[in-house]
C-alpha cells in the first residue's frame, strides 16, 4: 500500500489506458511510474490496483492511492519491474477506513 506523491509533471497522453467519471489511471513503462488523478470532487480517494508477474512465475501486487482530491492534480508512484513482461492494473475507489480498493475498472494491460 502507498500513497501516491503530488508531482509537478503528467504523464504522456499514451500512457493513460483507464479514465472514468472518478479518475485516470495510467501507466508509463519508461521509467515505470504509475499515474493516478482524483477527478470527481465526491471525498471518495482513487487507487490503482496493480499486478506484475516476474519472469520466475512470482507474482508481485499492490495497491497505490491518491486522498489529496482533484485539486492535487496528479500523483505518481515510481515503481521497478522486469524488463519486457507485463503489468495489469485497475482503477479503483479507496476506502481510508479499511485500506481497501473497490469498485475496481479495467483491466489494463502493459508491456514494462
Not at 32 to 47: G, I, L, N
Amino acid at each position: 500500500m502507498q500513497r501516491a506523491n503530488v508531482v509537478s509533471g503528467s504523464p504522456g497522453s499514451y500512457s493513460c489506458a483507464l479514465v472514468d467519471y472518478d479518475g485516470t489511471a495510467c501507466f508509463e513503462s519508461y521509467g515505470e511510474w504509475f499515474w493516478v488523478k482524483d477527478t470527481h470532487d465526491d471525498r471518495v480517494p482513487v487507487a490503482i490496483k496493480w499486478s506484475h508477474r516476474t519472469s520466475t512465475g512470482a507474482l508481485r501486487s499492490g495497491v497505490i492511492y491518491n486522498d489529496r482530491g482533484p485539486s492535487a492534480g496528479w500523483t505518481a508512484v515510481n515503481k521497478s519491474f522486469e524488463e519486457d513482461l507485463q503489468v495489469s492494473y485497475y482503477l479503483c475507489d479507496f476506502d481510508l477506513a479499511t485500506f481497501e480498493a473497490y469498485n475496481c475498472w479495467g483491466p489494463a494491460v502493459v508491456q514494462t
